[in-house]
């Protein structure tokens, strides 16, 4: 079966610093992966997405994330975090068994970027 | 265009109730997806739809929770008999033909559900 792990529950960064997002995956094929946000009160919203190519996808808001097979790996990552950055940020997968229908989603990364 | 919209935005009802909550899919998508939010627990997967046909029911919690979708579009989650530890946000997503892997979700803004 498919899962996601983040493995952090939150992650504070100082306003300007780069930030990392960390995110772990277990497939039975080729992954298809997924970062969202969620701001407060608000509803999730896509970031960006791997489907096949180069490893350093990039996103919205500046964000991007690196595919590493080896690793099994899709950490987010930007290179100047923003106040208004903090949020909640949920990794997903997708994977051939069911037909790609089923997303599995992490528990989420509370990200505070401190001014 | 519109997103996805669901309703109400916010429930509270006493335990042993039944309630039903509401999602309008983006207009087009035709995979629908029910997830439950709950505070430390992430997005729980309940169930999908490919057009009206749900294929895997398997996450749905228990036999009180029940979901369809008509006409390809609009989908209604149902709990029966609720109890607290069904307190939880509901959030439902919808994206593009189900056969595509690398179809992200468009979610809703959710239901926030309390039981009392």
């Known amino acids: 079966a498919q899962s996601v792990a983040q493995p952090e529950d939150q992650v504070n960064v100082a306003e300007g610093n780069p930030l990392t997002v960390k995110c772990t995956y277990s497939?039975?094929?080729?992954?298809?992966l997924f970062w969202y946000v969620q701001y407060p009160n608000r509803g999730l919203q896509f970031l960006l997405k791997y489907i096949t190519g180069d490893n350093l996808v990039k996103g919205s808001y500046g964000f991007e994330a690196e595919f590493n097979k080896s690793q099994t790996s899709f950490h987010l990552k930007k290179p100047s975090a923003l106040v208004s950055d903090s949020a909640l940020y949920f990794c997903a997968v997708r994977d051939k068994a069911g037909g790609y229908q089923k997303v599995t989603f992490g528990i989420g990364t509370k990200l505070q970027v401190i001014p | 265009g519109a997103g996805v919209s669901q309703s109400p935005s916010n429930k509270v009802t006493e335990k042993g109730k039944d309630v039903e909550l509401r999602c309008d899919p983006i207009?087009?998508?035709?995979?629908l997806y029910w997830y439950r939010q709950s505070l430390g627990q992430g997005l729980e997967f309940l169930i999908y739809?490919?057009?009206?046909?749900?294929?895997?029911k398997s996450g749905l919690p228990s036999d009180r929770f029940s979901a369809e979708r008509t006409g390809g579009s609009v989908s209604t989650l149902t709990i029966q008999r609720t109890q607290q530890e069904d307190s939880a946000v509901y959030l439902c997503?919808?994206?593009?033909?189900?056969?595509?892997?690398?179809?992200?979700?468009?979610f809703g803004p959710g239901t926030r559900l309390t039981v009392l």
């Open positions: 739809f490919q057009g009206n046909s749900a294929p895997d």
């Open positions: 997503a919808s994206s593009l033909a189900f056969s595509g892997p690398y179809n992200e979700q468009f």
């Open positions: 497939v039975s094929g080729n992954p298809y």
């Open positions: 207009s087009g998508h035709t995979a």
